[in-house]
């Protein structure tokens, strides 16, 4: 079957670094996908993997293995606004998507 | 990036009325739509997707007669929730994608709630 883990909550403090882990079953695979999601809005787009190996954009990266089925996004510099759902998302052969439960992220002054 | 809207942001209305809600991308085509259903501290939930000139793929447990959907063209699809009760209170979002490529473009979002 398809499935997505990633855990329901993490708590971080501002400033630090958090990492959010992600694996997946998937018939096929098309790419991960990683996005924002705050309370009360509509998900936003911030990572696309489909090479192993690590995709760094500012503050955010995001890390991908397909051998072992993982992935994790990786914020530095936490900040307040970061507090989210972070939601991991695997492309199936179908080009469908599959979605993860989400992860929220508290970050504690 | 692309540019999803939708239409209306909220919305309030009796048990048992119809609602429609509009999903445009404004700025590319978008040969498929999928509609999400995300109910308070819960996950995204897929209800259908959409082929534009084609019948919707629904998900299991959705109603295909209760949750109407129309993808007349390659910029716009409706959700029309029918016969609205107060469980279908929920936030409604769509999603436009191109082609193959897996991205989704989200539109900002529908607040349903039903009295």
């Known amino acids: 079957g398809q499935n997505i883990d990633q855990p329901t909550e993490m708590t971080a403090t501002e400033g630090a670094i958090v990492q959010i882990n992600c694996t997946y079953q998937?018939?096929?695979?098309?790419?991960l996908f990683w996005y924002q999601q705050h309370a009360g809005e509509a998900p936003t787009f911030l990572s696309y993997?489909?090479l192993d190996g690590l995709e760094e954009k500012g503050r955010f990266s995001s890390f991908l293995s397909r051998s072992k089925g993982y992935s994790y996004l990786l914020l530095k510099e936490l900040q307040m606004k970061d507090s989210a759902s972070y939601l991991c998302a695997a492309g199936d052969s179908n080009y469908q998507l599959i979605w993860g439960a989400g992860t929220k992220l508290i970050i504690k002054p | 990036g692309a540019v999803v809207s939708q239409h209306p942001s909220w919305v309030i209305c009796k048990s048992g009325t119809s609602v429609k809600i509009e999903c445009r991308s404004l700025d590319f085509q978008a040969t498929t739509m999928f509609w999400y259903r995300q109910f308070p501290k819960q996950s995204l939930m897929l209800m259908a997707t959409?082929?534009?000139?084609?019948?919707?793929?629904?998900e299991q447990g959705v109603e295909k007669d209760k949750f109407l959907i129309n993808h007349a063209s390659l910029t716009l699809s409706t959700l029309t929730v029918t016969s609205a009760h107060p469980e279908d209170s929920s936030f409604y979002i769509c999603?436009?994608?191109?082609?193959?490529?897996?991205?989704?473009?989200f539109g900002p979002g529908t607040r349903l709630t039903v009295l």
């Open positions: 998937t018939s096929g695979f098309n790419g």
């Open positions: 993997n489909v």
């Open positions: 959409s082929n534009e000139g084609s019948k919707a793929t629904y």
């Open positions: 999603s436009a994608g191109q082609g193959d490529y897996n991205e989704q473009f």
